[in-house]
């Protein structure tokens, strides 16, 4: 099932299915320079906050890059999780970066549908 993936910041959407992780389906959006690190929830650079919807765990997550309290506020790395429903989130560190630079000539589309 796919599910709308919503990033508040640049108002971009992308579709994620339920059966993979939320960084392949933001890779799809095409940015330049998305980290996709280890993979393996080590390395910290997809880490993502979810606003609004729900994820399930596709594995651990290192805890020197998402404390405990950061995941009670909705941190968690986009690598090791897989949607549920439609979400809203943030990037966060590493992964603003290509959300943000050349953001203007990419408003509002959305990828993957």
Request: charged residues 25%; aromatic residues 4%.
């Amino acid at each position: 099932m796919l599910h709308r993936v919503i990033i508040r910041q640049t108002g971009e959407c992308c579709a994620c299915s339920s059966d993979e992780s939320l960084l392949a389906g933001l890779v799809r959006l095409g940015r330049r320079g998305i980290p996709a690190g280890c993979l393996g929830g080590g390395c910290g650079v997809c880490k993502v906050r979810v606003l609004r919807g729900r994820v399930r765990r596709l594995g651990p997550v290192s805890r020197a890059r998402v404390t405990l309290d950061e995941e009670a506020r909705g941190y968690t790395l986009a690598c090791r999780v897989a949607p549920c429903s439609e979400l809203e989130l943030e990037v966060a560190g590493r992964l603003e970066k290509p959300f943000f630079k050349g953001f203007a000539a990419s408003a509002g589309r959305v990828v993957g549908k």
